[in-house]
């Protein structure tokens, strides 16, 4: 389940922790291993197996992350109200929404086909709502107003227009929203890849529509 929750969010190298080969170190424990004679390590080896084949498909190729979610971290030390990331993570994550938290320093300049970062471009940078607006950052921003926009926790009670926005540019949708599903976007050698991870407690009966070959 971990493995899944990671790698749906784009996570794709793992390093085992604690992992020891000698035997009887009662120094460092061996934890998965004690020279094979740990019950546990062959459901271990199972499960790294399994992660590095999924590393394996979801590595090498690129994923579509319209959305940039800036930074709490000024707005907070500024010691005025804001709202943190937090929230506003778990509002996109809920509507698959792929984003990335990104800083302020960052953040390069805003235009008519979104806001551009040092290390990628987004379609919109979503603000958690703060009372305090560094000026440099307010100048890089004010460009182009459609491509950012300030949320509060009020706005995280609804439907926001700049959704369809973000929704544009991927390729799948569901038959009906789902708050416990996880949609990763997987564009490699030419093939789009989609890994639908379930997050909640229940059994999922839905439809992934996408533009290339209908649904499955």
């Not at 790698?7 to 004690?34: M, Q, T, V």
């Not at 190729?61 to 010691?79: I, K, P, R």
């Not at 940078?125 to 949320?151: G, H, N, Q, T």
């Not at 227009?161 to 996880?182: A, G, I, P, Q, T």
Request: glycine share 6%.
């Amino acid at each position: 389940w971990l493995v899944d929750f990671m790698i749906s969010r784009g996570i794709n190298n793992f390093i085992p922790h604690a992992f020891n080969c000698k035997e009887n170190d009662e120094d460092s424990p061996p934890y998965f291993y004690e020279g094979g004679k740990n019950p546990s390590f062959t459901a271990f080896g199972t499960l790294m197996k399994y992660t590095s084949e999924l590393c394996e498909i979801f590595t090498g190729g690129q994923t579509t992350v319209n959305a940039a979610v800036l930074y709490h971290a000024d707005a907070e030390w500024s010691g005025l109200p804001f709202l943190a990331i937090d929230e506003v993570c778990k509002y996109l994550t809920e509507r698959q929404i792929n984003f990335d938290v990104v800083p302020e320093y960052d953040i390069e300049y805003a235009d008519e086909r979104g806001v551009h970062t040092k290390y990628a471009d987004y379609a919109m940078l979503i603000v958690p709502y703060r009372k305090y607006f560094k000026p440099e950052l307010k100048k890089k921003l004010e460009k182009c107003s459609d491509a950012w926009v300030m949320v509060n926790k009020s706005d995280l009670k609804k439907e926001q227009k700049f959704l369809e926005k973000l929704r544009r540019n991927v390729s799948y949708r569901l038959e009906k929203s789902d708050k416990n599903l996880r949609i990763y976007e997987y564009i490699k050698n030419g093939e789009t890849r989609y890994f639908v991870f379930n997050e909640g407690l229940s059994a999922i009966e839905n439809k992934l529509f996408t533009e290339r070959f209908g649904y499955y």
